[in-house]
């Protein structure tokens, strides 16, 4: 049972706004998203193209670790739903970085896999967004970080 809310971590003015999927077992203790092995690389990753983690705002879809890490049920998603999308709205970011299946697919409301999505800026509500692999895929396929990078450097072409 998750012990924490987890919400959001960062700079709220930033103009780069990160979405995940949820909590794990760090996130949930430390009660920030994306503190454990996954958010490390992720910052590892944003530091590579000159990017800070405190200069990012940084949020979940699902807002409590579920149970064994397991994937958010679409009834979590749906609960969420209406706070993801008010928060997304009111924050107002250049651009939303979109990281995994489930964000991409919450937002982009797409079946379409990353494959297909990822490597081009897409839009919400007149926000640039772009999709890629999700960090702790990456853990798992590392050879797939180059990808990443790319998604990345695009992001950055899109804040200048
Ligand atoms: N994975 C996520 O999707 N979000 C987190 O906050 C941590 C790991």
Aim: aromatic share 8%; glycine share 8%; with cysteine.
């Amino acid at each position: 049972m998750a012990k924490n809310t987890v919400f959001s971590d960062g700079a709220p003015s930033s103009d780069i706004m990160i979405i995940g999927e949820a909590p794990g077992q760090e996130e949930d203790i430390q009660g920030k998203p994306f503190v454990g092995q996954s958010g490390q690389l992720l910052d590892n990753m944003l530091r590579a193209i000159g990017i800070a983690r405190r200069d990012v705002y940084i949020s979940n879809i699902v807002f409590w670790r579920p149970p064994g890490n397991r994937t958010p049920t679409s009834d979590e998603i749906t609960f969420c739903l209406p706070y993801v999308e008010a928060h997304v709205k009111l924050m107002n970011p250049k651009v939303l970085l979109l990281l995994g299946g489930v964000a991409v697919r919450t937002i982009l409301n797409t079946v379409e896999p990353i494959t297909r999505i990822r490597g081009s800026v897409h839009t919400y509500h007149e926000m640039n967004v772009i999709a890629t692999y999700h960090p702790a895929y990456l853990l798992r396929s590392p050879a797939q970080k180059y990808l990443v990078f790319q998604d990345l450097l695009l992001l950055k072409k899109i804040i200048g």
